[in-house]
């Protein structure tokens, strides 16, 4: 029975999983594809690197070609991260037919139409489970599992390091620097971890998911971005307060035609299914027309994990070479993208401010909200230490994104309000 052989482009925290997936699990492998799967060639850029798998030295290689043009590789995984180069070398194995297994949401949520069109036009199959939420196999859960069905929400906490940090923030009081350290050292982390934090990461992985889940073509800048950054200690002792969680989410929402989808930290009622997922866990919150809720959960990022949903894919393209019919799987997007208007979007707001603590200030405020129609749902005042000011929380009603960036900007103008402090997204009620 002749080898399958694999070419792989890196071997860092993924790439390890990889290998040492292929190794222990090779019975199964074998069993389910009916040969062996073998490492061929290993592309890293420093060959001296001490590494966390067992690997001959003689399967490492510097250049790219070894691996991109070696007629003896049939299957190229790539684990390297980037995404110029990346999409080059890619672009390239494509053409020289060999089927991709990806990992990289940068990539896809950048060019997964160009790239899923080179592999269609090849014959070769090109698959990136692991680009969203890790070890949970939530895009063949869309693309398969509910393929019947429309699906018009799709709610996820889809990055491990903020959720680790949020998680150790809010149970332990760690401070956000030594969580976001930690959540490093465990390699959860992107190689530069402002795209973790700043929401650039769950926006990549929500762009990938609402063009799956909507059939749609939504690309990364129509997705509202917020990162985790600017949540403080008060924040999360507020949420609590009022019976919420902070979570960091991924929002995609269709109604009737029309689509939103944006990433933020959000307050979530500690009943809703999403406020329970802690650590480095990621869940995905699918509704669809017709089976209602669902929800998929399990570990987002992290060596093993990851390289399950890589090598899971790998055992995807060796059925279809068995069976001939590689490259059938790309469906490009059934409907044109239209995207909902602030008018159209709604939810109910967390608001923190600090204000003048003299009479009528708290009328000046409510006169903002009542202008907008907007009414409230909940409401804190307490004093601040600096003399003369008050702090005030409040948890709107629905409002439109319109109404409630327009109270902001009044609220900004209002000389009785100093500052506000802090505002947030509320899905649910709290206690
Ligand atoms: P990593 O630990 O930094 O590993 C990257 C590997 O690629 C290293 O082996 C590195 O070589 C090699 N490499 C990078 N640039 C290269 C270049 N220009 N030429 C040759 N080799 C190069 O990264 P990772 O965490 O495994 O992530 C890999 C990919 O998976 C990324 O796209 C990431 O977003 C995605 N992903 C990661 C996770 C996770 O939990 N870590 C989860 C889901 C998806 P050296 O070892 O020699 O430096
Ligand atoms: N840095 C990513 C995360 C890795 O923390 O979720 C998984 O995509």
């Known amino acids: 029975m002749e080898a399958i052989s694999v070419g792989l482009l890196g071997l860092g925290t993924v790439g390890s999983g990889v290998v040492k997936i292929i190794k222990n699990h090779q019975d199964k492998l074998m069993h389910q594809v009916g040969c062996p799967v073998e490492v061929k060639k290993v592309l890293v850029q420093d060959l001296n690197k001490q590494r966390e798998v067992d690997i001959e030295a003689s399967l490492l290689t510097g250049s790219p070609e070894e691996i991109i043009d070696n007629p003896d590789i049939d299957i190229i995984i790539e684990v390297m991260g980037g995404i110029e180069d990346t999409r080059k070398h890619l672009l390239k194995a494509l053409a020289n037919k060999k089927h991709i297994v990806t990992a990289n949401k940068d990539l896809m949520a950048l060019y997964g139409s160009e790239l899923l069109t080179a592999a269609s036009e090849n014959g070769c199959d090109l698959f990136y489970e692991a680009s969203v939420a890790g070890g949970i196999p939530i895009l063949r859960g869309l693309a398969d599992g509910l393929a019947s069905d429309r699906i018009t929400k799709m709610m996820g906490i889809v990055n491990g390091t903020t959720n680790y940090i949020l998680t150790k923030m809010s149970q332990d009081g760690s401070a956000y620097e030594d969580v976001l350290k930690e959540a490093q050292e465990l390699g959860y982390a992107e190689s530069d971890p402002t795209s973790d934090v700043e929401g650039l990461d769950a926006a990549r992985k929500m762009a990938i ?4 889940g909507f059939s749609m073509k939504v690309d990364l800048v129509d997705v509202k971005v917020k990162g985790i950054t600017g949540v403080t200690e008060e924040d999360l002792q507020y949420g609590k307060q009022l019976g919420y969680i902070m ?5 995609a929402h269709r109604e009737g035609e029309k689509v939103e989808v944006s990433v933020q930290p959000a307050l979530l009622a ?22 209602g809720e669902t929800m998929f ?20 393209v060796m059925k279809n070479l068995r069976l001939g019919v590689n490259g059938k799987s790309a469906v490009s997007p059934q409907y044109p993208k239209k995207l909902k208007d602030p008018s159209e979007i709604y ?12 009479v009528g200030v708290f009328g000046e405020l409510t006169s903002i909200f009542s202008k907008h129609s907007v009414s409230l749902e909940k409401i804190l005042q307490l004093p601040v230490e600096e003399k003369g000011l008050a702090e005030i ?25 100093k500052t506000i402090e802090s505002s947030y997204r509320v899905e649910g009620s709290g206690s």
């Open 209 to 212: 998911l609402a063009t799956l």
């Open 270 to 291: 500690e009943s809703h299914p999403l406020a329970g997922v802690n650590n480095e866990y990621n869940a995905v919150y699918v509704y669809g027309e017709a089976v």
């Open 247 to 251: 979570k960091l989410i991924g929002i």
């Open 393 to 417: 929380v409040l948890v709107t009603h629905q409002s439109s994104l319109k109404d409630y960036e327009d109270i902001l900007s009044s609220l900004e103008d209002l000389p009785a309000v």
């Open 297 to 316: 959960y399990g570990p987002g990022a992290g060596s093993l994990p990851t390289a399950t949903a890589v090598v899971s894919d790998l055992v995807g």
């Open 347 to 358: 939810s109910k707001y967390f608001l923190r401010l600090h204000v003048k603590d003299e």
